[in-house]
């Protein structure tokens, strides 16, 4: 029996640069928006805020993938997570979800409260009630569908913490980027270059195409899809990830669009 091809996925644009559909569907990403805001997502912001939690997972699962390659692993473990994050900045994300987590227990501080006694972590959580924390699960598939897309393999307690980071830090974009729209743009823009110790800093952008996201047009009822791309901004401080988060996001977003 001659062997059938397999069919492409349906639902969403195929970009340019080849990438397949991200793995976090656009009816998840607008459960996780409805979680915090009222408002309308567009299509294209749906698709943006796939595209850019599926480009930051990616960086943080090859920076893992790279430590475990050092140790001669082929699964991944929570240290090689812990050891991504180390080494990248960047990718340090979704840390609401640190104090959940065995994996980063003793690397969040200790807390006190006004009478200086330590807050355990477990009654840092606040009340229990529906959040990023609490819907984590709703990313494993996603999860383990970039992991085999990057030809990984990794332990359960990785796949959770993964599931954590990646629910958390939608959350926090699709606040950020509701705001975006109320505020009619993002009032506290700035950008972090990253350079070498004595070298010299490089010269300012006189014509930074990021600025343009600190203004916006529109009602002020639908999130759109610069809208997720401002909130990005606002997530990823700087440096080649929140580039490429950026340019992959756009893609997505006009080949939605276009479709």
Do not use: C
């Not at 915090?36 to 943006?48: C, D, F, I, K, Q």
């Not at 599926?54 to 050891?83: C, M, N, Q, W, Y």
């Not at 990646?166 to 926090?172: E, I, Q």
């Amino acid at each position: 029996m001659p062997v059938q091809p397999a069919r492409p996925e349906r639902g969403g644009p195929d970009t340019a640069s080849g990438m397949d559909v991200p793995p976090f569907k656009p009816s998840l990403v607008k459960a996780v928006f409805r979680d915090v805001t009222p408002m309308h997502v567009s299509r294209s912001a749906a698709w943006a805020a796939a595209s850019v939690t599926r480009t930051v997972l990616t960086e943080i699962i090859d920076g893992a993938r790279r430590a475990a390659a050092e140790e001669a692993r082929k699964k991944l473990v929570p240290g090689d997570l812990l050891s991504a994050i180390d080494r990248n900045v960047e990718v340090e994300v979704g840390t609401k979800w640190y104090d959940h987590s065995p994996t980063f227990r003793g690397l969040t501080g200790v807390l006190y409260d006004a009478e200086g006694a330590i807050v355990p972590s477990h009654e840092r959580r606040g009340p229990r009630r529906p959040s990023a924390v609490a819907g984590a699960h709703r990313f494993e598939a996603g999860v383990r569908k970039l992991l085999r897309n990057r030809g990984a393999r990794a332990v359960p307690a990785l796949v959770r913490d993964l599931d954590g980071i990646a629910s958390v830090f939608l959350t926090d974009l699709a606040r950020d980027a509701a705001m975006v729209v109320r505020e009619g743009g993002i009032k506290r823009f700035g950008s972090v270059h990253l350079v070498t110790p004595g070298e010299p800093a490089p010269p300012p952008l006189l014509k930074d195409p990021l600025l343009s996201l600190s203004t916006r047009r529109g009602d002020r009822r639908t999130i759109g899809g610069d809208d997720v791309l401002a909130a990005t901004t606002i997530q990823l401080f700087g440096g080649t990830l929140r580039q490429r988060a950026l340019t992959e996001a756009r893609e997505a977003a006009r080949n939605t669009s276009a479709g």
